[in-house]
């Protein structure tokens, strides 16, 4: 399976698991399975699982996301097992993200998430692109790495204020 259809079913993922959450931001705090990472969420999530390849191996990603207020909020993490395939695997989850949006990037910055993993390639950034339909859209990602896990969480669309953003983005701790 190639990376773009892949990762298109995983935003996909992300859009079916949005449906069944409220439209008001309810922020808790949410431990993936075997991820190593709390993150808060603005609303209840759904959380699955695909087979994908990435850098070159078939890895099992997790996606686990929700929408709320218009905005899909989620996160997937998957372990490649091989140090030396982390940055190729960011690598690939940004510049996937940028054709699958038929996006530019507006901003572009190093990421910081504390405990993670040193990355030329770890970098939070917006996007500015179109949904398949054609109107624009706006995604906020932060792509990252601990060890040999990889991890994009991502604000999708909407209109999030900047501090509904910055509690998402903040609130991602990797545990001890």
Do not use: Y
Not at 44 to 73: D, F, I, N
Not at 89 to 101: F, G, I, K, Q
Not at 158 to 176: N, R, V, W
């Amino acid at each position: 399976m190639s990376l773009r259809p892949a990762l298109c079913a995983c935003v996909a993922g992300l859009a079916v698991l949005a449906g069944a959450c409220a439209p008001a931001l309810d922020w808790r705090e949410v431990r993936p399975d075997a991820a190593g990472l709390v993150i808060l969420l603005p609303c209840k999530p759904e959380q699955r699982s695909r087979q994908l390849a990435l850098a070159g191996r078939q890895v099992q990603m997790q996606v686990l996301g929700c929408t709320a207020e218009g905005t899909t909020w989620g996160l997937s993490t998957a372990d490649m097992a091989d140090p030396a395939l982390v940055g190729p695997a960011l690598a690939e989850l940004r510049a996937a993200r940028l054709r699958n949006l038929d996006g530019t990037e507006t901003v572009v910055k190093p990421a910081q998430v504390g405990g993670m993993t040193p990355q030329a390639q770890a970098v939070r950034s917006s996007i500015a692109g179109k949904r398949p339909d054609g109107t624009p859209v706006v995604d906020q990602s932060l792509l990252f790495a601990r060890g040999t896990r990889v991890f994009h969480a991502a604000a999708l669309g909407g209109e999030p204020s900047a501090q509904a953003t910055e509690t998402f983005f903040d609130g991602l701790k990797l545990q001890p």
